[in-house]
Nanobody, 122 residues
Framework: QVQLVESGGGLVQAGGSLRLSCAASGRTFSRYAMGWFRQAPGKEREFVAR????????YYADSVKGRFTISKDSANNTVYLQMNGLKPEDTAVYYC???????????????WGQGTQVTVSS
């Protein structure tokens, strides 16, 4: 069982930066691949980024590639999403999730956080 709690969301102007954190409970955190997803109003939840259990392999959605960076600190049971060059279209609730495999498929993530709101003003 893994419990996830996101933090770090907020209101930022276009071009600004935010760093989201996802704190995980449980001793087996290092075994899980982690992903970030987002859901804008009226839209389906979509993949943003994921990182392998060992933290060495990452993958990003085309819409955020080159602007966002996912990282994993297994010693502190935390995964981060550094977001630079934010755009109004990045506005959404951001969720972290844990999976036994490194995947971009939403339905393969068994554990989810409650989400944190990111709002980017133009």
């Amino acid at each position: 069982q893994v419990q996830l709690v996101e933090s770090g969301g907020g209101l930022v102007q276009a071009g600004g930066s935010l760093r989201l954190s996802c704190a995980a409970s449980g001793r087996t955190f290092s075994r899980y691949a982690m992903g970030w997803f987002r859901q804008a109003p009226g839209k389906e939840r979509e993949f943003v980024a994921r990182i392998s259990s060992g933290g060495t392999n990452t993958y990003y959605a085309d819409s955020v590639k080159g602007r966002f960076t996912i990282s994993k600190d297994s010693a502190n049971n935390t995964v981060y999403l550094q977001m630079n060059g934010l755009k109004p279209e990045d506005t959404a609730v951001y969720y972290c999730a844990a999976s036994t495999i490194a995947t971009m498929k939403l339905n393969e993530y068994a554990y989810w956080g409650q989400g944190t709101q990111v709002t980017v003003s133009s």
